[in-house]
Nanobody, 122 residues
Framework: QVQLVESGGGLVQAGGSLRLSCTAS????????MNWFHQAPGKEREFVAA????????YYADSVKGRFTISRDNAKKTVYLQMNSLKPEDTAVYYC???????????????WGQGTQVTVSS
């Protein structure tokens, strides 16, 4: 089992950047794939990015390709989401999530953090 805590959210102007962090507890972080999802008010939770256990393979939603970068540091038990060129439509609660394989389907992911709010003003 793994427990996840996100940080780094906040308010930023359009075109700005934020870096989200998600730190895990437990000894087995390096065996988990890590995912980021977001959820805007009134909308379903959506896939943003994912990374495999070693960091060698990454996946992105089309809407964030070229703007967001997912990375991980297994020694620090932390996964990051660097978000550049932010747009108002990126406004949402961002969640990190863990499971044995990367997934674009939030319903199939086992472990979740509490979420961190990202607000992008126009």
């Amino acid at each position: 089992q793994v427990q996840l805590v996100e940080s780094g959210g906040g308010l930023v102007q359009a075109g700005g950047s934020l870096r989200l962090s998600c730190t895990a507890s437990g000894r087995t972080f390096s065996t988990y794939a890590m995912n980021w999802f977001h959820q805007a008010p009134g909308k379903e939770r959506e896939f943003v990015a994912a990374i495999n256990w070693s960091g060698s393979t990454t996946y992105y939603a089309d809407s964030v390709k070229g703007r967001f970068t997912i990375s991980r540091d297994n020694a620090k038990k932390t996964v990051y989401l660097q978000m550049n060129s932010l747009k108002p439509e990126d406004t949402a609660v961002y969640y990190c999530a863990a499971d044995k394989t990367p997934s674009r389907d939030y319903e199939s992911v086992s472990y979740w953090g509490q979420g961190t709010q990202v607000t992008v003003s126009s």
